[in-house]
């Protein structure tokens, strides 16, 4: 056991993860046939990981967000003094809400 603890290894992986030499490494093992594998594996064992990531990251915050309305959403200024305050509204949800005001 070269680490004292197991959260300096965990520092040290995190560090050469973030290494240029470690994105190379990661970039090769994703498209290695068993990184690809591992990838497979582990959707095949979480299914519901991949949905809610895929949810999270995809969906949640692009659907519009007018109650019912579950169409794909454009990012929407309610205030463009506040440019990271942004919300989903589909097309023509949007269209409305710009057409109002
Ligand atoms: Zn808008
Ligand atoms: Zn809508």
Do not use: F
């Not at 030499?21 to 990838?39: D, P, V």
């Not at 095949?44 to 309305?69: G, L, Q, V, W």
């Amino acid at each position: 056991m070269p680490y004292k603890n197991p959260e300096d290894r965990k520092a040290c992986v995190i560090r050469y993860n973030k290494s240029e030499k470690g994105k190379a490494t990661a970039k090769r093992y994703r498209k290695s046939e068993k990184g690809k594998e591992a990838q497979r594996k582990y959707e095949k064992n979480n299914p519901e990981k991949k949905s809610a990531h895929y949810y999270a990251r995809k969906i949640a915050r692009m659907i519009c967000s007018i109650t019912e309305c579950e169409e794909i959403g454009e990012k929407h200024h309610p205030d463009y003094s506040k440019p990271l305050e942004i919300v989903s509204l589909c097309r023509q949800h949007h269209a409305e809400v710009h057409n109002n005001g």
